[in-house]
């Protein structure tokens, strides 16, 4: 099955700076690729998905590349701010009716 | 209030006991998730339902019973609670599988002494 890892699993950045958390996937059937914030205290909440027919997606500060050769994921988040400060999960699934698989997450903490 | 709710929140009980946790979504989501949530293994899906009477396994079903006998709700239920089922549980709605926003409860607590 579908195994998906993640780095790092803590990150400090300074307010302001670029955020680059990144996963690898196994399955090279994978083709949806989805990034969830958790803040604390709360359940994890979608943020940004790239789907395998695309390279690159963003969304304001953040965005998210695709490397399907290589097999792994990126997401970077741009001008850091306090409140980016959060957990992290990127997951992967190969099927609409596959679950799907999360990596271990990352704690990002912005120092301000 | 539409959306997705958890019950309880904050549990505490002891091992050997049985406990239920609660879930419903208001969304009349297809698809509902039960993770569990432990430090340095992220989120790992326990039970799913596509539909009402249709379940299925997940990566850590040991110990673990579900039931959905109404779209809106799924329980998850630990039969014989042992200490290593300690863990913030949440359950999560979606239209699809996978290929569409999961929507996460607030998460439930559970403590076995």
């Known amino acids: 099955g579908e195994n998906v890892e993640q780095h790092p699993s803590t990150l400090s950045v300074q307010e302001g700076d670029s955020a680059v958390i990144k996963c690898t996937y196994s399955d090279s059937a994978s083709n949806y690729f989805p990034w969830y914030k958790q803040e604390l205290g709360k359940g994890p909440q979608l943020i940004i998905d790239i789907r395998s027919n695309v390279g690159e997606k963003k969304d304001q500060r953040i965005a998210v590349t695709l490397n399907k050769t290589a097999k792994h994921f990126s997401l970077h988040i741009t001008e850091t701010q306090p409140e980016d400060s959060a957990v992290y999960f990127c997951a992967a699934s190969e099927a609409r009716n596959t679950p799907l698989v999360f990596g271990k997450g990352t704690r990002l903490s912005v120092i301000a | 209030d539409a959306g997705i709710t958890q019950s309880p929140r904050y549990k505490i009980t002891e091992t050997g006991r049985q406990v239920t946790l609660m879930c419903h979504q208001t969304?009349?989501?297809?698809?509902m998730f039960w993770y569990r949530q432990d430090l340095g293994h992220g989120l790992r899906l326990i039970y799913y339902?596509?539909?009402?009477?249709?379940?299925d396994k997940g990566e850590v079903p040991d110990g673990y019973v579900v039931s959905r006998s109404k779209t809106e709700n799924f329980p998850l239920t630990l039969e014989s609670a042992t200490r290593s089922q300690t863990s913030v549980y949440f359950c999560?709605?979606?239209?699809?599988?996978?290929?569409?926003?999961?929507?996460f409860g607030p998460g439930t607590r559970l403590t076995v002494l």
């Open positions: 969304w009349s989501h297809s698809y």
């Open positions: 999560a709605s979606s239209r699809t599988s996978s290929y569409n926003e999961q929507f």
């Open positions: 339902s596509a539909a009402a009477d249709i379940t």
